[in-house]
Nanobody
């Protein structure tokens, strides 16, 4: 029954930056691994980033390594995705998700519940 609410996405030019946030309605936020995934029309949902419960460990999908950063503020029940050097191929609906486990996962099936999704569009 944890609910995840994502910030508004947006439209940005290639090479620009955007930060997404996701806030959880739980008093035990720090017990969840958090992740970000994205899905473009006609494509499978793709792993973007994940962060450990304490924030000490992170992992990123190959397509975003070196460009995106994930962070969390457990006092605010919020996880962030900082997206830099954006490319048109980053255009997608972005979802945050929680995982009730201490172990990181890159798999869609390893997460739940999910945020509502937010559209990020990168123009060429």
């Amino acid at each position: 029954q944890v609910q995840l609410v994502e910030s508004e996405g947006g439209l940005v030019q290639a090479g620009g930056s955007l930060r997404l946030s996701c806030t959880a309605s739980t008093r035990t936020f720090s017990t969840y691994v958090m992740g970000w995934f994205r899905q473009a029309p006609g494509k499978e949902r793709e792993f973007v980033a994940t962060i450990s419960r304490s924030g000490s460990l992170t992992a990123f999908g190959d397509s975003v390594k070196g460009r995106f950063t994930i962070s969390r503020d457990n006092a605010k029940n919020t996880v962030y995705l900082q997206m830099n050097s954006l490319k048109p191929e980053d255009t997608a609906v972005y979802y945050c998700a929680a995982r009730d486990s201490p172990v990181l996962s890159t798999n869609v099936g390893g997460y739940g519940p999910w945020g509502q999704g937010t559209q990020v569009t990168v123009s060429a």
